[in-house]
């Protein structure tokens, strides 16, 4: 679930505003987050760390919109 919740924020642009959308950010985005935040919401789970496990699915999410909103034409 967490790495199809990835692919949300950028899949709302690309279908909403496809002309200001840039593909290279957008690529981006999903690449740092599911390198950077999947795995800390992996090890909150399985660690039983709740804290890490909110903040991971939280900046999954966040951090590939923003980047993905960010940087457009």
Do not use: C, Q, W
């Amino acid at each position: 679930g967490t790495l199809r919740a990835t692919t949300l924020f950028p899949t709302i642009y690309a279908l909403t505003m496809p002309e200001r959308l840039i593909e290279k950010y957008m690529f981006y985005g999903l690449l740092i987050s599911i390198l950077i935040f999947v795995p800390v919401f992996g090890f909150g789970n399985f660690m039983g760390y709740t804290h890490l496990m909110v903040f991971g699915a939280i900046m999954t999410v966040g951090s590939s919109g923003v980047i993905t909103i960010l940087k457009r034409k």
